[in-house]
């Protein structure tokens, strides 16, 4: 069983930046990969990014470049540093971890991007 608690969401103008985290408690061995998506009302829940236990990331090509997400030694933390936000930003994020037969969400952080 893991459990994930994001923080660091906000408001926050065109061109900002802001920095989330993610906090997994519980059996961390078993995460395969931890990563980020987004979702707005009436969309599907989209990836932004993620990482495998390896290290090894994948960005989405709307955020590549702006977007960064890395994971603390112990593997226990995911961040994701945003910079350059633009309002298509908007979103509630999520946390993700995935094991071999499970997956877990956090409970969602608000990002609002708006001057």
């Known amino acids: 069983q893991v459990h994930l608690v994001e923080s660091g969401g906000g408001l926050v103008q065109p061109g900002g930046s802001l920095r989330l985290s993610c906090v997994a408690s519980?059996?961390?061995?078993?995460?395969?990969?931890m990563g980020w998506y987004r979702q707005v009302p009436g969309s599907q829940r989209e990836l932004v990014a993620a990482?495998?236990?390896?290290?090894?990331?994948n960005v989405a090509d709307s955020v590549k470049g702006r977007f960064t997400i890395s994971r603390d030694t112990a593997k226990t933390t995911v961040y994701l540093q945003m910079n350059s936000l633009k309002p298509e930003d908007t979103a509630v994020y999520y946390c993700?971890?995935?094991?071999?037969?499970?997956?877990?969400w956090g409970q969602g952080t608000q990002v609002t991007v708006s001057s």
């Open positions: 990482v495998t236990s390896g290290g090894i990331t």
């Open positions: 519980g059996v961390i061995s078993s995460i395969n990969v």
């Open positions: 993700n971890a995935d094991g071999r037969l499970w997956r877990q």
